[in-house]
Structure formats: C-alpha cells, structure tokens
C-alpha cells in the first residue's frame, strides 16, 4: 500500500455495493498524507459519514482541508496535506455543459431543460461518467500528487470501468448520428419533418407519449449536439486517462468464495485490457477466535467477577454456547483464509491487503485510522 501511494497519481476503489469502497479511499488518503504527499479523496457517499467524521460535513465538489487536530488524530504530519471533495453528479456535468458551450443563452436553455436534468440524474451509468468527469478535471489542475477516487456501488466492478465506453457507444448510435448530421439552422425538430423511414416508429411512439413531447425531446437533441460531441471526445479521453500506468485500480472485496469469482473475473479482465490491477483489499476480515473449547471458556467465565453470583449450572451453559459460537466463528475463518489464499494463487502478483472487521462502523476518526494504520503496516 505505501508503494501504492507513493508510486501512483490516481487509485480508484472500485467494488461492488456495501463491500467498503468509500472506507478504503479515505485511509488510503490518510495514508498517503502521511507518507507526505498532497492528497485529495474524493467521495461518492450518499450518507455522508465518513465526510462528517472528518469534520467536513456538507461536502461538496469543491476540495476542502481537514482540521489541524482531524490531521493530528490521524497521525498526518507536516509534510503531507489531505483534502477531501464529494463527487456530485449534476454539477460534474454542468462544468463539461459549461465548458462547451459558449453561447449562455443556450448554456442556460439546456441546463434549465428537464430532460438534461433528469439525463444527467437518472441515466444508468451518469453517477460512474460523472464520478471520471470529475476526476479529469481535477488531474489536470495537477494540484495533487495522488488523487484517490471512491466510486459509486456498482452491481459489478466491471461496469465502472467500462462506463466512459458505453456512453461513448450510445453517443455514436446512429439516432444521435443522424440528429447531429441536421442542418444547424434546423432549431426545431418536428415530426412533420421526419416523413420518411423512423417517422412511422416516432409517430407511434407519439400516441404514446405524446407528440408534444417528442419535439421537446428533438429539440433538446439539438440543443445538446455539440455538447454530446464533447461527451464522446471526453469519454475517450477519460479511457485513455483510465489506462495510464499512474492510474491504479483497487478492488475492495468481502472473503467470500462469489466475491472472490467476481475479484478474479474482473482482475482477468484487467489484465488482458493491459492494465492490471493494483492491489485487493480485503475488508472485514475475521479474526481466528482466542479461545473454544468449553473447559477453558467455563474457567474463564468463573473468574470475571462480574459473573461472581452464577452458578455452576449457569456457567455450564454460557460456557457451552460460547462454545458454540467459538466453533461456527473458527469454520467462517477458514473458509476466509481458504478464499483468499485461492484469490492468491490465480492471482499471482496481485498484492491482498487485509482489513480486519472493527467491532463497529468506520465513522469516526479513531476508526478511520485503525484502517489506515492497517494500510500501512501492510507494507
Ligand atoms: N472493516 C470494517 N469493519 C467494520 N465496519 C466497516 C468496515 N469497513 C467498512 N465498514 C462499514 O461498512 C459500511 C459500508 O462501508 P462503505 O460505506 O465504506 O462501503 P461502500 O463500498 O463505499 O458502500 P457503497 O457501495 O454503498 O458506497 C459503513 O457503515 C462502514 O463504516
Ligand atoms: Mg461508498
């Protein structure tokens, strides 16, 4: 992990929903905070705990700095800075609107437009395109030495990767072709005009939806052509940007045998791509437990003086169910230890780092650091 940190100017967590992403981003930025480099995080956690434990609530895209005592806590010194931002998906798109269009007249139509709105909010995959808009931005300001990208969940660490390609493909489909082919003094787009072929199909879908609708949507299209050009040079730029030696992938995982098929699936995927991935991070980790056998829970059960007014019998019984437990607890371990040395074999070369299950949330700074510390000593 440190040579991770030191080594790399953008690693993204990528992962499927729940598994710990948004976690090991923040400790990976304190970590390389503290190996002394500038650093931001940038967030996509919809509850915004972790920003809120690091004293930054209301996170929004603008980067901002931790306090001299968060820093403290957090065992970051001098020489490294870490600030943290939250990916908003609106804005990310608004910036690339902005960027594009020149005319503010027609910059304020399309971002007033309901269907840009609901397209930016609603579209499969807009939260994943806006999360890499958000980073090329930010890589170019090249105020950073490591930016640490959480991202969104995702039902398949595949998908985030392969985003800036899909809208691509949906950019270059032969609809949007066709309406960007129009003559620019075409400002409106009518269904009168579309007589031949696809008419039949949009005045069907007319009935449905309405024709009123379908000339908002037609000239919401034409509004948008130039920017959609854009999106499609940037999507491409965000792929190349996604393949550079510098950008490191981390895939965040539970030790668990579907987990971990879906973990090599996507680090086959990687590597066949060239681009292989950085490290694992296996988080929640079990520790194997202390003590199962019966006799010795028993003893240990009678000499805690809290106990002192349970009977034998009691003591019998808490010491068997312990007993129990201790049993099932061991079995889950192996089975872990057993996934990730199988996750090591057919993925030689593949760094796992390990994240033991905290005794509760990672949404405070003591907590933060316990993971960090982790990331660290993994070497
Ligand atoms: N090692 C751990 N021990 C205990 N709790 C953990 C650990 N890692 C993460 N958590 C907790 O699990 C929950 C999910 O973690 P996190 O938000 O980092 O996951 P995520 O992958 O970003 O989720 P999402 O896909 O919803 O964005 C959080 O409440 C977090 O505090
Ligand atoms: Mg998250």
Not at 14 to 31: H, M
Not at 135 to 146: E, K
Not at 230 to 255: C, H, K, N, Q, Y
Request: net charge positive; hydrophobic share 50%.
């Amino acid at each position: 992990m440190k040579r991770l940190v030191s080594g790399k100017q953008i690693l993204v967590c990528v992962g499927p929903g729940g598994v710990g992403k948004t976690t090991a981003a923040a400790a990976l930025g304190v970590l390389a905070a503290r190996q002394g480099r500038r650093t931001l995080v940038c967030t996509i956690d919809p509850a915004p705990r972790l920003a809120d434990a690091l004293g930054v609530p209301d996170l929004g895209p603008e980067p901002r700095s931790l306090a001299d005592e968060t820093n403290r806590i957090l065992g970051i010194g001098q020489s490294g800075t870490l600030q943290a931002a939250r990916v908003d998906t609106g804005c990310a798109f608004d910036r690339l609107v902005g960027e594009q269009v020149a005319d503010p007249v027609l910059r304020a139509r399309i971002l007033a437009n309901p269907l840009y709105r609901q397209m930016t909010a609603d579209l499969t995959g807009a939260p994943e395109y806006a999360a890499t808009l958000f980073l090329f931005d930010l890589q170019r300001s090249r105020a950073y030495d490591l930016i640490v990208l959480d991202t969104p969940p995702t039902a398949n660490a595949l998908d985030f990767l392969a985003t800036p390609r899909r809208l691509a493909d949906a950019i270059s489909s032969p609809a949007l072709q066709w309406l960007a082919a129009r003559s620019p003094k075409v400002r409106r787009f009518s269904l009168q005009r579309l007589s031949a072929g696809g008419a039949l199909v949009l005045r069907r879908a007319g009935k449905l939806v309405g024709s009123q609708f379908l000339d908002d949507l037609g000239a919401f299209l034409l509004d948008v052509r130039d920017v959609l050009g854009a999106f499609l040079v940037r999507a491409r730029d965000i792929e190349a940007m996604l393949r550079r030696p510098e950008v490191g992938f981390l895939l965040v995982l539970s030790p668990e045998t579907a987990a971990i098929n879906e973990a090599l699936y996507f680090a086959g995927h990687l590597r066949r791509a060239g681009t292989p991935l950085a490290g694992f991070v296996a988080n929640r980790v079990l520790a194997v437990p202390g003590m199962v056998e019966a006799d010795a829970l028993r003893a240990a059960l009678a000499a805690l003086p809290a106990l002192a007014d349970m009977n034998a019998a009691q003591l019998e019984a808490a010491a068997l169910q312990l007993a129990d437990l201790g049993a099932y607890l061991a079995y889950i371990t192996q089975q872990q230890q057993k996934e990730l040395a199988r996750l090591a074999a057919q993925a030689p070369g593949v760094p796992i780092t390990r994240v033991p299950l905290l005794p509760h949330d990672v949404s405070n700074l003591e907590s933060l650091k316990a993971v960090a510390d982790c990331f660290e000593l993994a070497g």
